[in-house]
């Protein structure tokens, strides 16, 4: 385990120093001391911005679940790999040992083959957060089909687009899921969305909830009596480095959901690598993370990079207020939690909650603290710090996309001093570039701009599935030969990364990554609807909230704008799903443009934020008296 953690701050320099002078030599180091392979790569890295096209390890050959799974059975066999929290802490807690995990795991990879499904196929999961998630993950990776996780809050509609542009031939559900004090019909949402999806030939069901739901002959079968009849022992199929792990969706600026496309070899060697490091993983602590698994971090940091590291990961199926806002730590206190990954959101959510929900646990167990998804504002820091880490657990604040596969810049716990608000070092590997306007980098410390990254990482997403010219415009076109990631960071005088937010018309929610333009569009469904501009603007809790500007096709006081308003957001729960809503609708006779018809949707950010005291130059829009019209209108 020579360079596998790092120690101390000299010691990130060094090993950074290394990986950037010779990233071939370091990332061939690390493969080779800490996975298992069926064959040796001929070529650690080709890469080319250009095309793009990037490998890595090319002509290796391994499965990523005998790296997560078989390898750990010799010596931690009894270890639980799954720590699973029910949404119902009366429920008890399921631990899940790697011996029983291959055994799960097998039989899972089994029903699928038995089903039709064969390497390269896709398959959609739509599931809560409950053991099945992860085991069908490890499944489709066992037997080489790409799975293409739907995170279980989104619509019928989000769904069925999702399967239709992957193509998937089978869907993983549950009947229904437990959320708080709610349940939720799972599979009647799927069996609307599949009403749009000629393709799907098979739809295995989970019983969770125990409900009545509809099986459509032919087409729906439960799970457990498959896994049932199946063998415990299951041949891993034998994968390219390159072949494709999975397929995630994640929202563009404009235009559908981007189906990323992630490969094996590097994917499982960067988040492996950066999960012992950025979490201080030690063999015997028990490791949370709060994300669905239905998102990338979940991926990255709740099933592969732990299990390929031989951790017990906890899988919590519940919610933070649920029976109430003391339930996350009461988990923490329960399970003896070492590292807590979790978004600002919730943390904003429960310091807004009396303090007694904090403090009546024993919370002494924590050693590093994470936070993900969004920055995290001063204050949110400190409180985590303060009532959560009680200032002895360091708070890494993790920068990374779904595109990116893994972190990127993040402080090491115990090595970096943290700041609050600075997302601090790039991991080691990370050659983060600042741009400016005119497309050049901007050299030295204390400045700002678009933050790019200038070569290759292992775990990078290696296009958008089905369309590769998307890729190489969304993410190698702004500037020459680098990857652009569409957020904005400044470096400071110690070299130090602050991340200030998207730069484009992505706006996060919650932590949830939302395009403007899809919402814009279920927006415009509605009959009475001419046109809409959605923007964000700051809110306590969820970081940013939607605010959407709307034309009716015919104003008149008559209308009834609670309904309407109502009904704007009942399409949009039905188009994306409740994340997706707009917290304030305000409607209007115009919005401003540009002379070429452009929406300057600076204006709307400013009047949404309640900043309007230096709007800028109007006089050039098409329509200026219209950014007064929607001034003394604002929400
Ligand atoms: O804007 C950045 C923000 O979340 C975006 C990526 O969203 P997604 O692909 O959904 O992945 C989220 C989980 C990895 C980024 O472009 N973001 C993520 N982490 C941070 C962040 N912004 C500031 N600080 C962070 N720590």
């Known amino acids: 385990m020579s360079n596998y953690h790092i120690k101390h701050l000299e010691e990130y320099y060094k090993v950074y120093r290394k990986s950037v002078r010779e990233p071939k030599v370091f990332w061939e180091e690390i493969a080779e001391e800490h996975f298992v392979w069926r064959k040796r790569w001929d070529k650690v890295l080709s890469w080319d911005f250009k095309k793009p096209e990037i490998k890595w390890y090319e002509g290796a050959k391994l499965n990523i679940t005998e790296n997560c799974i078989d390898r750990h059975l010799r010596t931690n066999g009894n270890k639980t790999a799954i720590l699973f929290e029910p949404n119902n802490p009366d429920e008890e807690a399921q631990h899940i040992t790697y011996n029983r995990l291959y055994e799960r795991v097998n039989q899972f990879a089994n029903v699928l083959k038995s089903q039709g499904i064969k390497k390269g196929d896709r398959v959609c999961i739509y599931l809560p957060m409950i053991p099945e998630l992860a085991i069908s993950l490890l499944a489709c990776a066992r037997i080489g089909a790409i799975h293409s996780v739907v995170f279980a809050g989104f619509s019928a509609t989000a769904l069925s687009s999702r399967i239709n542009d992957s193509d998937c031939k089978m869907v993983i559900t549950s009947d229904g899921s437990y959320r708080g004090k709610k349940t939720i019909d799972l599979k009647g949402i799927v069996d609307e969305g599949l009403e749009e999806c000629a393709n799907v030939e098979t739809v295995l069901v989970v019983n969770r909830i125990n409900s009545e739901i509809n099986m459509k002959e032919g087409r729906d079968k439960w799970l457990q009596p498959l896994l049932d009849d199946a063998s415990k022992e299951c041949e891993p199929e034998i994968m390219d480095a390159e072949d494709p792990l999975f397929i995630l969706y994640t929202s563009g600026s404009t235009g559908q959901p981007k189906g990323m496309v992630h490969t094996t070899a590097g994917y499982m060697v960067y988040t492996a690598y950066t999960f012992k490091n950025v979490f201080n993983y030690r063999a015997n602590d028990v490791y949370w993370c709060t ?344 929400l």
């Open 291 to 634: 994300a669905d698994i239905g998102w990338i971090t979940g991926h990255s940091y709740i099933v592969y990079g732990p299990l390929a590291n031989g951790a017990t990961t906890v899988m919590f199926e519940g919610v933070p207020s649920y029976p109430d806002y003391g339930r996350f730590w009461e988990v923490v206190e329960k399970h003896k939690i070492t590292q807590f990954y979790t978004a600002p959101t919730a943390i904003r959510a429960l310091a807004k909650e009396k303090l007694d929900y904090v403090d009546k646990y024993d919370l002494s167990s924590l050693k590093v603290l994470g936070s993900v998804g969004e920055p995290i504002n001063e204050e949110a820091w400190h409180w985590y710090n303060d009532n959560v880490g009680h200032k002895k657990s360091p708070i890494v604040d993790t920068w990374w996309q779904t595109e990116t596969g893994g972190i990127m810049i993040s402080p090491l716990p115990y090595v970096t001093p943290t700041i609050p608000t600075y997302a601090t070092l790039p991991f080691i590997g990370i050659q983060p570039a600042l741009m400016d306007e005119n497309g050049e980098e901007i050299h030295g410390n204390q400045v700002d701009g678009r933050l790019c990254i200038k070569f290759p990482w292992p775990s990078m997403a290696r296009t958008i599935w089905g369309n590769h010219q998307r890729y190489k415009e969304t993410y190698f076109s702004a500037y020459e030969k680098k990857y652009f990631t569409g957020d904005g960071a400044l470096r400071d005088a110690t070299g130090y990364y602050r991340i200030t937010g998207r730069v484009d018309d992505v706006i996060i929610v919650s932590g949830h990554n939302l395009g403007t333009a899809p919402i814009e569009d279920a927006v415009n469904e509605h009959p009475a609807v001419a046109e809409s501009a959605i923007v964000g603007f700051p809110h306590d809790i969820k970081g940013n909230a939607l605010y959407g500007y709307v034309i009716l096709k015919e104003t008149g006081e008559s209308r009834d704008q609670t309904n309407l308003r109502k009904e704007i957001n009942q399409i949009i729960t039905e188009h994306i799903g409740p994340i997706a809503k707009l917290d304030k609708i305000q409607f209007t006779v115009g919005l401003p443009k540009t002379r070429s018809g452009k929406i300057m949707r600076r204006i709307l950010r400013k009047i949404a934020s309640k900043d309007t005291s230096n709007l800028g130059d109007t006089s050039t829009l098409l329509n200026p008296e219209v950014v007064q019209e929607i001034m003394d209108n604002a």
